[in-house]
Nanobody
Framework: QVQLVESGGGLVQAGGSLRLSCAASGHTFRTYNMGWFRQRPGKEREFVATISRGGTNTLHSHSVKGRFTVSRDKDKNTVYLQMNNLKPEATGVYYC???????????????????WGQGTRVTVSS
């Protein structure tokens, strides 16, 4: 089992940047496909980005592609979400998630992930 702790959320003006971090406990970080999801006010949790266990395969949702970038540091057991040119519609709670996976395997759906962090809130003002 893995425990996930997100950080880095906050209040930022439209056009600004934030970098979210997700620290994973345990020695099996390298075996997990990691994902970022968000839940915007009044909406269901949705996929944002995912990265394979080796870091070679990534996928970003259409709405964030070109502005958000997912990455991971195996030495720090941490996955990141760099968010640039933020828009007010990005406001919400961002969650980190993990699933055991084979090399290169990624998932872009909520139901595919077994472990979740508590979330970090992002607010983008206009």
């Amino acid at each position: 089992q893995v425990q996930l702790v997100e950080s880095g959320g906050g209040l930022v003006q439209a056009g600004g940047s934030l970098r979210l971090s997700c620290a994973a406990s345990g020695h099996t970080f390298r075996t997990y496909n990691m994902g970022w999801f968000r839940q915007r006010p009044g909406k269901e949790r949705e996929f944002v980005a995912t990265i394979s266990r080796g870091g070679t395969n990534t996928l970003h949702s259409h709405s964030v592609k070109g502005r958000f970038t997912v990455s991971r540091d195996k030495d720090k057991n941490t996955v990141y979400l760099q968010m640039n040119n933020l828009k007010p519609e990005a406001t919400g709670v961002y969650y980190c998630a993990a699933r055991y996976a084979h090399l290169g395997d990624i998932r872009a759906v909520v139901s595919g992930y077994a472990y979740w962090g508590q979330g970090t809130r992002v607010t983008v003002s206009s």
